[in-house]
């Protein structure tokens, strides 16, 4: 059974910096690709960053490019958010997803950014920044 743990959130005052984890356990589970995802009170969830595992290339949401940084280590199956620059408007409850239907090389980012590709999902971690 695969298990996504996110942890890393809390609360920040507006311009300072957090960073997220999220560890994929499973005993075989090896993903293509993972992502973070946020959703904010009355609002859909929305994609945030991707990386996949086989490729250096990355991919990000233009409301965080410049700010957000993805990483990953493959060999502890974990990815990695860090955010700078925190603004009000980046308060949500952040999710890690991670799918095998995607290309461990790299997609087309619409299908990178669409929620429907990807099969599992951590429970989520709440990020607040304080103006």
């Known amino acids: 059974q695969v298990q996504l743990v996110e942890s890393g959130g809390g609360l920040v005052q507006a311009g300072g910096s957090l960073r997220l984890s999220c560890a994929a356990s499973?005993?075989?589970?090896?993903?293509?690709?993972m992502a973070w995802f946020r959703q904010a009170p009355g609002k859909e969830r929305e994609f945030i960053a991707a990386?996949?595992?086989?490729?250096?290339?990355?991919y990000y949401a233009d409301s965080v490019k410049g700010r957000f940084t993805i990483s990953r280590d493959s060999g502890k199956n974990t990815v990695y958010l860090q955010m700078n620059s925190l603004k009000s408007e980046d308060t949500a409850v952040y999710y890690c997803?991670?799918?095998?239907?995607?290309?461990?090389?790299?997609?087309?980012?619409?299908?990178?950014?669409?929620?429907?590709?990807?099969?599992?999902w951590g429970q989520g971690t709440q990020v607040t920044v304080s103006s």
């Open positions: 997803a991670a799918t095998l239907r995607l290309s461990r090389y790299g997609s087309s980012e619409p299908m990178v950014k669409a929620r429907d590709r990807y099969d599992y």
């Open positions: 990386i996949p595992w086989g490729s250096a290339v990355t």
């Open positions: 499973g005993r075989t589970f090896s993903p293509n690709v």
